[in-house]
């Protein structure tokens, strides 16, 4: 169950984004976006299809440029930077619909997840966990990841960016065509990667199930975050019951 | 006649070898970007004329092939980063037309540089005919098998048992997991160019005492191996180099049994049979992914 959002009193938080645009072309897919992930916190992002959601993290990861405002992460700012240097300071993604390296091993991903790592202890030590954590991976590690099922995807997804070493988990869309009881398994994980005290930040469109593990919550809306607030008070808002939890 | 056709089999495995490592060198290229590298033939020709320069001045053989090598590596990634890189972002079809037309401008670097003569290397180590059965062998083609031999074992070792092997792979399965992971996708392409110039450079410089070279010499032999590799299955690297066998032994056949006439033909007749009855190469990967 959601408890108090760890922390609060931390002075700086782990990101910090003010101001953020995004675009793609002439038009503007994010508009002034404010958000603040504090370290140990579990955040959710939740809005309806087009709403930003994937532009919004590609762009946290470098792989869509800023249009304006900065991101600043662990008291530095990374606006600018290309995608293998945030992810060496420590934002890994889980890109939306998996996007595993379909002919290679479940082994060979999750080893290229740790790619930019060194210590080949810390990655032996983290490719145990990550196994215990989806036991299944275990028992495919030799096998082809296109070969994996959609929920054993979306877990080696989850693996790979966690060798990655992270300081905060961007998660896109982990429920995305998965069937309710997958949904409820990968969620499960997600709450207990946040108790061993990583960072996450999820964006979801199944917003009951996110705001239902989130500390906080931002309502994002055609680019625009419109709502912010304690995920339990969100939860209870009645406009956003009837917008986004359809009840 | 069973000499004969023995002598056929040795020839074709010797120029077939030469396909494979062309062959090879485009897979690479294929592997890291889904670019089809059309100046590859012409790192075939620079690896063959830069030795035959370098030998001119004075150079021992292994040296001047060394550095010959070295220098093809590196026009590879200048190449890259000079005429792929500021394009980063265009289709697939833009990129492999830019490759088309730093292939004529590396052929019209080396006519202005070295003018249009043909050229040969000396054999590495004398030109001693070996019997074989019934064939005679040249030692050079000795050379050219063991030298390709080590370098697909090595291609293949890259890629299967190196982590910097398969994070290029991963660049071309999917550009934007491969960043997520912290790949930086510019120097894999750097790298794949280099290499793959150097794969090339040392092929022509092998098959240089067999055949002359000249700053036209690239064209063919880079189709030959464009065949090598789509025959096998583009960016499958070993199936290139079994396309390239197989390239080599047909058109070897082919040019002693019907005529010597029709030997490229006879190659292009191949790539077109197989492109029609199995369009994704003889090793070619069946895709079958479950979404």
Request: hydrophobic share 50%.
């Amino acid at each position: 169950m959601p408890s108090e959002s760890p922390l609060l009193e931390q002075k700086e938080p782990l990101l910090e984004v003010a101001g953020l645009s995004s675009d793609y072309g002439p038009v503007r897919a994010i508009h002034q976006a404010d958000l603040q992930v504090r370290s140990g916190e579990l955040v959710a992002i939740v809005g309806g299809n087009g709403a930003g959601k994937t532009t919004l993290l590609h762009t946290l990861s470098g792989l869509h440029p800023a249009g304006g405002g900065y991101i600043r992460f662990a008291g530095r700012d990374v606006t600018r930077w290309p995608t293998h240097r945030i992810v060496a300071a420590g934002i890994c993604q889980v890109p939306e619909g998996r996007q595993v390296f379909a002919p290679l091993s479940v082994e060979d991903n999750l080893r290229l997840g740790a790619y930019r790592i060194r210590d080949h202890g810390w990655v032996r030590r983290e490719l145990e966990h990550v196994y215990t954590l989806f036991p299944i991976l275990a028992e495919r590690r030799r096998q082809r990841a296109g070969t994996l099922s959609g929920g054993q995807q979306q877990m080696l997804a989850i693996g790979r960016a966690l060798l990655g070493r992270p300081r905060l988990l961007l998660l896109d869309e982990p429920s995305m065509g998965l069937a309710p009881l997958l949904v409820e398994e990968i969620f499960r994980v997600i709450v207990e990667l946040n108790s061993q005290s990583v960072t996450i930040l999820l964006v979801e469109q199944n917003a009951r199930a996110a705001l239902a593990i989130a500390h906080r919550g931002y309502i994002l809306e055609t680019g625009r975050i419109v709502k912010t607030a304690p995920a339990a008070e969100l939860l209870a808002d009645d406009a956003v019951r009837r917008a986004y939890l359809g009840y | 006649m069973p000499e004969q056709l023995l002598q056929f089999l040795a020839t074709g495995v010797t120029v077939g070898s030469i396909y494979a490592l062309v062959g090879l060198g485009f897979a690479l290229i294929y592997n890291a970007s889904d670019v089809v590298n059309f100046a590859q033939g012409e790192f075939v020709m620079l690896g063959a004329m830069t030795t035959v320069a370098l030998l001119g001045a004075g150079l021992p053989l292994v040296l001047a092939a060394v550095v010959a090598t070295l220098l093809t590596a590196l026009v590879g990634l200048l190449l890259e980063r000079f005429a792929i890189e500021p394009a980063a972002g265009a289709s697939v079809v833009s990129t492999i037309i830019i490759t088309i037309g730093a292939a004529i401008f590396l052929r019209g670097g080396v006519l202005l540089l070295w003018g249009k003569g043909f050229h040969a290397l000396p054999p590495f180590t004398g030109d001693t005919p070996i019997r074989l059965g019934g064939a005679t062998l040249l030692p050079q083609s000795l050379w050219v098998l063991g030298v390709t031999a080590l370098l697909v074992a090595l291609v293949h070792a890259f890629f299967n048992r190196t982590l910097l092997g398969k994070a290029l792979l991963a660049c071309s399965f999917n550009r934007n997991a491969a960043q997520l992971v912290g790949i930086n996708v510019r120097v894999m392409l750097r790298l794949a160019y280099a290499l793959s110039a150097a794969l090339g450079a040392l092929a022509g410089i092998l098959v240089a005492p067999i055949t002359f070279t000249s700053y036209e010499a690239g064209v063919m032999l880079g189709l030959k191996g464009f065949s090598a590799a789509i025959v096998g299955g583009i960016g499958n690297p070993m199936g290139a180099v079994a396309g390239g066998l197989l390239l080599g032994v047909l058109e070897s056949l082919g040019a002693g049994l019907i005529s010597s006439g029709y030997k490229d033909a006879i190659a292009f007749l191949f790539v077109l049979m197989v492109l029609f009855f199995e369009p994704t190469g003889l090793f070619g990967h069946k895709t079958a992914e479950r979404v």
